[in-house]
Structure formats: C-alpha cells, structure tokens
C-alpha cells in the first residue's frame, strides 16, 4: 500500500517538449505539495494545495504550472524547461486540520525522477 | 524567512554504536521539527517529530532533543543497526506569508552504518 502514487516515475524530455507529472493518494487527505529535491540541496517547496485551492506559490517559475482538480489528485505541467530543472519531484500529501495552519505528517510518494536535455 | 543548518553532511558509525545529526533554525517562531528519512531510492518517510513545548521525545533507539534558546535540536540514533543507513533530513516548520505553515528542510546527512 503506497499511499501516494506518482506517475511517470522517470521521464526524459527536451527544452521544447510539454509533458506532465501526475499525483494521487488514497489517504483522505485535504492537502497535496509540490518538492523538488536536487543533488545536495534541501527539499525544496514547490507548491501547496489546501483543500484544492494554492495556498502556496514559492517563486517557481512560470514554466512549471500546478492543477489540482480535487483533493486526491495533483498534476505539474511541465514547458520550456531548462537542464538545471532535471531533479526528482516528490509529491506529498497531509491531512491539515479545517481551521488550524499545521502541516501535519507529510506522506511523500516515490517521486518523479525529470531529465532534461 | 528560515534557514535551517544541518551537520554534518555524511556520517559513518560502527554497528552498534550511537549516531547523533544536528539542526539549527534561525526563525524563532518556528515550532514544529520533524526528522525524515529517506533509503536509498526509496521516498522520505517521516521517523520522529517534536514540537516546541517540548523538549525530547524518544521513540526505541531515536531521540530527538529541542533546545528554543540556542534554536537547534537534534537527531539522536542509539545501537546503530545496518539498516538505519539513509539519509535523513531534518526540518522546521514556520508560517508563511500567506498564513500556512509550510516545511524548511536542511540539506540532510547520509548515515552509514558499517557492519
């Protein structure tokens, strides 16, 4: 039982392809995240979803745009990406409490590992 | 906004014996610290966690010790066994600017455990 399962698991493109990265958990959560995690650099926050509404931009780039359409279900678009943006992309989710700010534990999946060329 | 600190970046211990990570933050309204870790191809899972009004929690051979006035807390293994080799990161939650907490992770330590 995974939890959260991502999809592709790896994915190679070029700077001009468009591709997307897909989400899902079975654990009843209300709230989904966007890491990237880079050669010996700290998780980085991509996004948050709080019971399908952003609640969190952290000053990624346009070309990654996030879709969360419910609450079980988390998509990256991916466009014009550059080289430096090939890492594994985790996504994670939690249950956060209606009414409070804490995080909670964060059910990460296995992650998505992006080369780009 | 918050900067977390971790050492060292790798560490190699003998089976059997005690490994300790250390964390420091810098926002002092952080108040909560998980510990994840994350085997080799394998997804980061949490291992322990700690909130501010406390000061240690223990959990069989993992410990985690808080200290708000110097603003670091650490990780601390007993009776290291093969398969605690990982990698683990540290973490502290603050409020954001838009009003939810959100995970600052240092850049985590690769622990070998040497049979």
């Known amino acids: 039982e995974t939890g959260v399962t991502q999809t592709p698991r790896h994915l190679v493109m070029g700077m001009t392809n468009k591709k997307s990265l897909k989400c899902e958990q079975h654990?009843?959560?209300?709230?989904m995240y966007w890491y990237k995690q880079s050669a010996k650099k700290p998780l980085e926050l991509m996004f948050v979803y709080n019971f399908k509404e952003q609640t969190e931009n952290n000053s990624v780039p346009s070309r990654f745009s996030p879709e969360c359409p419910n609450s079980s279900h988390l998509f990256l678009h991916l466009h014009t990406l550059q080289p430096e943006d090939s890492a594994l992309y985790l996504c994670a989710s939690s249950r956060r409490e209606p009414g409070t700010a804490f995080t909670g534990e964060l059910f990460f999946g296995e992650g998505s590992r992006l080369t780009v060329l | 906004g918050e900067n977390v600190e971790q050492h060292p970046s790798t560490l190699s211990v003998q089976e059997g014996d005690s490994a300790v990570i250390k964390c420091t933050y810098s926002?002092?309204?952080?108040?909560?610290f998980p510990w994840y870790k994350q085997e080799l191809g394998k997804r980061p899972q949490l291992i322990i966690d700690i909130r501010s009004n406390v000061g240690e929690k223990k959990d069989q051979r993992i410990a985690v010790t808080l200290n708000k006035t110097a603003k670091h807390f650490s990780l601390h293994i007993t009776e290291t066994q093969p398969e605690d080799s990982a990698v683990y990161f540290c973490a502290a939650s603050k409020r954001s600017g838009a009003g939810s907490y959100q995970l600052t992770f240092g850049k985590g330590t690769k622990l070998s455990v040497i049979p």
């Open positions: 654990l009843g959560h209300n709230a």
């Open positions: 926002d002092s309204a952080s108040n909560y």
